[in-house]
């Protein structure tokens, strides 16, 4: 009976946004009670190098670096299989700060793209990058300082202005809802270095096989990368990508200056960019995004990604590329933060990016 | 027919050595094919302190720490919770150096404690302990540098010594379980300290109620303590506890050193002590481990550390306590490195704890 729902549900996406909000509540109420049931489960790591100090190794003196490696800067990710799955598994990319806590519960207690997508028989990968979480064996020094800064999280991720939250904004407002949203951040152990994350991210790829990649905010960077380097990326979902979006050698934007820094392009040649026109990529942005600029750091700054992202959009797909950028209350969805995948209306934005994969054949 | 198998393999624990022994192999075959059904899964933090800069938080100078809070030292934890699960879930606390990963897949990718409990239909908590991981956030300053060491851990991990394997070490041998087992390590991201692990444990274990504490190595010091902090923890498996076992003041045996190092206890008073000596505590350690001392390290650090081991397992149960202390070898089972639960015969050793949960009714 509650199968049926979800089932008709399902088969009602791709007809119509009307179809998909008044689904999305019966999908989520039932596929809470439902079991999860995992083929396989478990962790692996991939990618990283190896530095080995000269010298002998002495038994009696094994305090000493001498002969003795360093294995680091690999990427270490949490995978589940559920039975019958989906062909193409999930590969989810945290952001700054973040780690793969950033799909699993969310931070009042509900469900992440982990469960919601593994409910929607794909695979699922959830990864922390190299330099971070339990991949933080680094091959650079890095001392990490306990510097007060949530404040900073607060406004940046569009919660509101601290301490206010905006109007309508898809987040609990509760004090333990916003300790558990703190205490998600977990420090980087290095340096974060686009070419590193981005060989781990393929080499990840390369052993797991053809799939798609999810990827949140500073990770949207080296999701790029690993696109160029793997064929094995199908297709990104790029959840409010922040920074270095890769554009062609001599086609680089002007840079967008903002109040609270200045964003940039990054450039390959050729012949690696057009790697990002062979698969669909949907960019999705959420609310409280100003059209013009503003004083405020916090705000403005997402004013000139979303910019930037545009550009990017426009010069992938004059190169015969298939990115789509949805500026979510431009379809009337509202009060998204930078988290859009974990906000209150999160099987909203499940639904949405369901619709995508369906649309483009990557769910079969 | 595959599940009749299990069950009568399970209603033969606690029967006899031989009869685990018979049906170990039955169940690892049939269980690696059997889905896992999970009600519910997810992550959660638990404990910590907050510091607060002094002032007042300028959202136009949002980099300056001034009125800004800081998170940090909480535990994170991910958790899996199987249909018709038994009452006490398992929270499992990794060692020096290691994560969550330890209980996750192996180095040469068969399943870990998390999988294999969890088909005994136990819930599963993996953590993450402060300052570690995903729960990096730490209220110190640290450094971190990539020093080579991992012939050092090879060697006090007992999987040989370098590069030798022990002959009939329960460990595979071939380049990529080497590769994953050394990436399975990541950072301190800040000091070691047993007060601020064994706060945010008890903090863990009031937030999910009573449950079973498996700790590996160093994590059996803060493990003893979230203890004596917390009346929820029903019952301890210590797989090779490195240090710091808690003694009544007063009654400290004399440090033991070693060619390592020297090995102490820790002094609380007695009214804290005998919190220990009111439930089951099993500990366990594995083979390569010399009688008498040995001039090299890494092997005479392991007997320095059983040596106090047994003296505090007979301190404990002098006082009325229940410590059951199983030197692999004295009942047949060798090869057994420092990581005896991902240990190639790890099945046969969840037997063995499966047999102890089941003896002191801590499965029903």
């Known amino acids: 009976m509650k199968k049926d729902i979800v089932r008709s549900c399902f088969s009602m996406l791709g007809a119509s946004m009307l179809g998909l909000a008044l689904c999305a509540g019966a999908v989520a109420a039932t596929a809470s009670r439902a079991p999860l049931v995992i083929k396989d489960q478990g962790s692996l790591i991939a990618g990283g190098t190896v530095i080995s100090h000269p010298g002998a190794f002495d038994p009696y003196h094994p305090m000493k670096p001498d002969g003795q490696t360093y294995h680091g800067d690999h990427v270490f990710a949490f995978y589940q ?27 009042d207690g509900r469900e992440g793209f982990q469960n919601i997508f593994l409910r929607r028989r794909f695979s699922t990968y959830l990864i922390d990058q190299p330099r971070r979480g339990d991949a933080g064996r680094s091959m650079v020094e890095t001392t990490i300082k306990p510097t007060p800064d949530e404040q900073l999280w607060f406004n940046q991720f569009r919660i509101g202005l601290w301490p206010n939250y905006f109007d309508g904004v898809q987040f609990a407002r509760n ?11 977990t420090p980087n152990t290095g340096p974060f270095d686009m070419e590193v994350l981005s060989n781990a991210g393929a080499a990840l790829f390369d052993k797991i096989g053809p799939g798609i990649l999810f990827t949140h905010s500073q990770g949207g ?16 979902v790029a959840f409010e990508p922040g920074s270095s979006f890769i554009f062609p050698e001599g086609e680089m934007p002007a840079p967008i200056p903002s109040a609270f820094d200045t964003v940039q392009g990054a450039a390959v040649p050729m012949a690696q960019f057009v ?39 426009d010069a992938v797909n004059k190169h015969g590329g298939d990115v789509t950028l949805v500026h979510l209350p431009d379809i009337g969805i509202r009060g998204n933060t930078h ?18 994969l369906a649309e483009k054949h990557l769910d079969r």
Chains 1, 2 share one sequence.
């Open 275 to 313: 790697a990002l026109t062979k698969i669909p990529i949907l960019v999705l942005y959420g609310d409280n995004i100003p059209d013009h600029p503003v004083d405020l750091p916090a705000q403005d700054s997402w004013r000139a990604r979303l910019q930037m992202a545009r550009q990017w959009r």
């Open 175 to 185: 004090p333990e809802t916003i300790n558990q949203f703190f205490r998600s951040m």
């Open 221 to 236: 960077g080296p999701g790029w990368l690993t696109a160029i380097k793997s064929r094995n990326v199908k297709a990104i």
């Open 81 to 107: 299989i559920p039975v019958d799955a989906r062909p193409l598994p999930i590969v989810m990319w945290h952001g700054a700060g973040q780690s793969s806590k950033s799909w699993e519960t969310t931070a």
């Open 339 to 356: 988290f859009i995948f974990s906000d209150l209306n999160n099987v909203q934005i499940a639904d949405l990016v369901t619709k995508f």
